[in-house]
């Protein structure tokens, strides 16, 4: 039987990001002690009164806990209540400290002289005109959506989500969400297709209504790019469509049907011929993805056969002129790169670690230089351009800097109307480009210019859909120089020697701790929590200690997945408590965020300027302005509170998310529980990603595993097939 239960949160102790599922601990009025409250509550914050229905349970471990099935947020009443409700954050101007002193002033009246007298907090020591303008901007907005709110928490949706409903939508919320609830799920971040369809049910939305059909469509595409895949072959998508959505086949047709239409996706035929016909031999693209992909190949079959703008020159002589100039001797495949990159129009460099890559840059460079040509250097990432910068000299930028990303302005300034000013353009970590970036970069790049792509194709595919440097590789339309021979002076690195090794399936040498002096290290450990133990143990004291690394600059904790004792969640909790016990800080989304802590943004904003990937270091809380000051490689970011759903703890991230980027030494757990995600080309980008040091912690087996498996999972993408038309 459903009862009440009224309280003010004090902590949340648990949150699972992907459900929601909450355990916090609550006040309630006339009750010793905290309560145990349970259930799907979503984006809460320390201070707030719930009002929650739900039922009593008696947990076999936890003991007594409250089951939530409803809930509605509440201004608080009391004066204690009160005081946390405006230190918890949500009016920007107030935080813990100018709470307790207003509250001190105002005692229970103090709602009423914020909402009615805002003057008299003039009286407070701290708060001028400015603060008080800011209150009440704040205060007003509160208000304007104090009606939404409660529409939307009478829907399911906490205050969190509808603040940033009301941020989107503004007045219109109520009516939006009202029209077409599966809105949320593409434009509001953290809420997906499961928590708008549950507003839609609970809206009157039927199970088979065709809205319901498109939505769950364009979801099941999204979260398969997210996957990585260009398109998804029609049959197996409504497959798929139909296990989600649990709806007829003729309602999901239907569907297929207008969203096609609507050109909001592209259903493209594959039976070209009569004779070869296939009923449903079909794939089905996002429409921006397909554009992108045809995009691709256009313009790079454009620019393969354009004229250069560089005159012809002797390239013997030029490559006998660069080896004086730079006081080396290039090795054959060396000089067949830099005789590629002066007669042809598009090429592919593409070698593991130490087989010269950069040494083939830096030639190319010094021979288009004397033609007194422009040249122009990037990469997809910060860390990855400015290691281009100091490998070279020359100037070299991200690639969205460089096509001059705007938001205000409608996205890339630079495309086919206002062109890169270049004759030569060399773009690093190639790799890591996916489909809708290569389509931008491309559509920039005058089509006299001769674009050269470096990159080793040998890592992991870019986080975004696509794998095109492979697919342009496979087509056959440019030159291709593979490198493969290690160098003498890369030689004496063991982190080199062992990612070749790895690369070709073999079992890299494993050299214990106690050991000599070397660069890679294997600590055998199979207990997950005294994986955890060691991998603290290393970041802390022994790498600093024996190596000089500063434990959190220099060291970087790499996993291969998100869950688990020794997943990237985990030990992030682990390493903050360990590294940043203080507890003053803001909690967002289940996260406690901490002056000092070492984080990650996880998704492009280009507004900030701060893209996927990107880590820097909390220098600033400020609770009365709501806003958080992120550093990032010295440059420094502000960031509101109901912005950190983009950034997540760093002192352990994924595989993935490390492409790119290198660190002077990284610590690489790997288990059996990892048996999913170990692949070959994982855990060489994992090995490729320390500079000077890599610790691997875990099992020789889990290890043997990964190395022998080179079955990457599959993309679906038709890339190399419209290129080698």
């Not at 709110?149 to 949706?157: P, W």
């Not at 393969?304 to 030029?318: Q, Y």
């Not at 790169?337 to 598009?346: L, P």
């Not at 040498?509 to 050991?515: D, K």
Request: glycine share 8%; aromatic share 8%; net charge positive.
């Amino acid at each position: 039987m459903l009862t009440e239960l009224q309280g003010q949160i004090e902590r949340i102790t648990f949150i699972n990001e992907e459900n929601s599922f909450t355990i916090a601990k609550v006040k309630v009025p006339g009750q010793r002690g905290l309560a145990t409250v349970v259930g799907n509550l979503v984006a809460l914050t320390p201070g707030e009164v719930l009002l929650m229905k739900g039922e009593w349970t008696n947990h076999p471990r936890y003991g007594r806990q409250f089951q939530v099935s409803h809930f509605k947020s509440q201004v608080p009443a009391s004066v204690y209540g009160i005081k946390r409700y405006l230190g918890s954050g949500l009016i920007k101007g107030i935080g813990p400290i100018m709470a307790q002193r207003i509250v001190k002033r105002f005692g229970s009246e103090t709602l009423d002289v914020i909402e009615n007298e805002l003057e008299k907090l003039t009286e407070i020591q701290g708060i001028g005109k400015k603060r008080i303008a800011m209150i009440r901007k704040a205060w007003d907005e509160q208000q304007e959506i104090r009606e939404v709110m409660l529409f939307l928490q009478t829907h399911g949706i906490s205050s969190g989500y509808a603040a940033k409903i009301f941020k989107h939508y503004g007045r219109r919320s109520i009516e939006v969400v009202q029209k077409n609830p599966y809105r949320l799920a593409v434009d509001i971040l953290g809420i997906g297709f499961i928590t708008a369809d549950s507003i839609a049910e609970k809206l009157g939305f039927a199970k088979d209504s065709e809205l319901r059909a498109e939505a769950g469509i364009l979801y099941v595409l999204h979260q398969l790019t997210n996957e990585g895949h260009v398109y998804y072959p029609y049959d197996p998508l409504i497959e798929k469509c139909q296990k989600i959505l649990q709806v007829d086949r003729e309602v999901i047709l239907k569907a297929f049907g207008t969203i096609a239409v609507d050109k909001r996706i592209v259903i493209e035929d594959l039976s070209d011929h009569i004779d070869t016909f296939k009923e449903h031999e079909k794939d089905v693209y996002l429409t921006t993805l397909y554009l992108c992909e045809t995009g691709i190949s256009l313009r790079l079959k454009t620019l393969i056969s354009a004229p250069k703008t560089i005159r012809g020159l002797d390239t013997d002589k030029a490559i006998v002129w660069v080896q004086k100039q730079l006081a080396i001797t290039l090795a054959a495949r060396q000089i067949g790169a830099v005789r590629c990159a002066v007669e042809e129009k598009v090429m592919v460099i593409t070698g593991g670690p130490g087989t010269g890559k950069t040494t083939i840059i830096n030639a190319i460079l010094k021979i288009f230089a004397k033609l007194t040509v422009n040249i122009m250097l990037a990469a997809p990432t910060g860390r990855a351009a400015k290691r281009m910068n100091q490998a070279t000299g020359h100037e070299a930028k991200t690639i969205h800097r460089m096509l001059e990303f705007s938001i205000q302005k409608g996205g890339f300034q630079k495309n086919e109307h206002h062109p890169l000013t270049c004759d030569l353009l060399i773009v690093d970590e190639a790799s890591m480009i996916d489909t809708v970036l290569m389509h931008h970069l491309l559509k920039a790049i005058p089509p006299r210019a001769t674009l050269v792509l470096v990159g080793d194709v040998n890592q992991l595919p870019s986080v975004g859909p696509g794998n095109v440097l492979q697919d342009i590789i496979a087509s056959g339309v440019v030159r291709v120089v593979k490198l493969t021979e290690i160098f003498r002076q890369a030689q004496e690195s063991s982190i080199i020697v062992n990612a070749h090794k790895i690369n070709r399936g073999l079992l890299p040498t494993l050299t214990s701790p106690r050991a000599k002096l070397d660069d890679f290290y294997f600590i055998e450990q199979e207990d997950p929590e005294a994986v955890l133990k060691t991998v603290l143990e290393l970041a802390q004291e022994r790498i600093p200690r024996r190596f000089g690394f500063h434990p959190l600059n220099d060291i970087q904790v790499l996993t291969p997945m998100h869950k688990g004792v020794v997943g990237a969640e985990n030990l992030n909790t682990e390493f903050q408590k360990a590294f940043n016990p203080t507890p003053a800080g803001v909690f967002r989304g289940g996260r406690n965020f901490r002056i000092r802590d070492k984080v990650m943004q996880i998704k492009n904003n280009y507004d900030k300027a701060v893209f996927n990937g990107d880590i820097g270091r909390i220098t600033r809380v400020t609770s009365e302005s709501q806003e958080v000051l992120i550093s990032f490689d010295g440059r420094d970011v502000l960031y509101d509170f109901t912005d950190l759903d983009e950034i997540v703890l760093a002192y352990a991230i994924s595989v993935h998310k490390s492409q790119g980027s290198e660190y002077p030494a990284v610590i690489i757990p790997i288990l059996m529980q990892h048996y999913l995600l170990l692949q070959r080309n994982l855990i060489y980008t994992a090995v490729t990603r320390g500079r000077k040091l890599v610790v691997i912690v875990g099992t020789k087996k889990a290890l043997a595993i990964g190395v022998k498996n080179d079955k990457t999972r599959k993309r679906f993408s038709r890339l190399r097939y419209r290129l080698g038309y």
